[in-house]
């Protein structure tokens, strides 16, 4: 089936250690996106990608990383400078217009 | 700069009744598109329905409807005849073609249906 697919979907993190979240879709879409959401909160864009190895960052990209080497995959990394990194992470893609298609998220905890 | 605003944080509706969840939007741009998600407590997104900057009828989906008031810069979620599985969090969010495609989201509204 097509679909977004994001791992791990619950992951706990040390403080000082990166932690990688994978997304990846078959859904032939160009663009492909990382949401963040606090509890009660709306969502906050991270990073977005358009077209492959190419990527801009959102409206809280400090301590996130992306890259963007394959159509298919858009991995998050959540570096140990993002202080506050406890979230649900959201990945989504989409084509040009029309709505964008989510994965399940990614809850991340730090210990 | 593109914003959503949800000014309801919470709403109760009874069981087979109607409910609007309100949403306003800004944006200098003519060309957009507004979306309603929902958001059950298991975390996924769920799209519900679209309205185009251009579309001249208010867009329906089964029991979901917008009330798209253009002037008034309002986009607001009608739900028909409230079912208990409808309990959940409801964003608004709009896209603008111009801004990457990127969807920027209101804060929310948590929808409780009672019994």
């Known amino acids: 089936d097509g679909g977004i697919t994001q791992s791990p979907k619950y992951l706990f993190r040390k403080e000082g250690q990166n932690v990688t979240l994978s997304c990846e879709q078959n859904?032939?879409?160009?663009?492909m996106y990382w949401y963040r959401q606090d509890p009660g909160q709306g969502l906050r864009l991270i990073y977005y990608?358009?077209?492959?190895?190419?990527?801009q960052k959102g409206d809280i990209a400090e301590g996130y990383s992306v890259s963007r080497e394959k159509k298919e995959s858009f991995p998050l990394t959540v570096t140990s400078a993002q202080k506050n990194p406890t979230a649900f992470y959201l990945c989504?893609?989409?084509?040009?217009?029309?709505?964008?298609?989510f994965g399940e998220g990614s809850r991340l905890t730090v210990l | 700069a593109q914003k959503i605003t949800q000014t309801q944080p919470g709403m109760f509706v009874q069981e087979k009744e109607a409910v609007t969840l309100d949403c306003t939007y800004d944006?200098?741009?003519?060309?957009?598109?507004l979306f309603w998600y929902k958001q059950p407590s298991s975390g996924e997104m769920i799209f519900l329905i679209y309205?185009?900057?251009?579309?001249?009828q208010n867009a329906t989906e089964g029991r979901y409807s917008l009330n798209f008031q253009k002037a008034r810069k309002s986009a607001n979620l009608v739900i028909s005849a409230s079912q208990l599985g409808d309990s959940a969090m409801y964003f608004c969010?709009?896209?603008?073609?111009?801004?990457?495609?990127?969807?920027?989201f209101g804060q929310g509204t948590e929808l409780s249906v009672k019994p």
């Open positions: 989504a893609s989409g084509p040009r217009a029309g709505e964008l298609f």
């Open positions: 944006t200098s741009d003519q060309s957009y598109g």
């Open positions: 990608s358009q077209i492959v190895n190419d990527f």
């Open positions: 969010a709009m896209r603008v073609r111009n801004q990457g495609g990127k969807l920027i």
């Open positions: 859904l032939n879409h160009d663009a």
């Open positions: 309205q185009g900057s251009y579309d001249q």
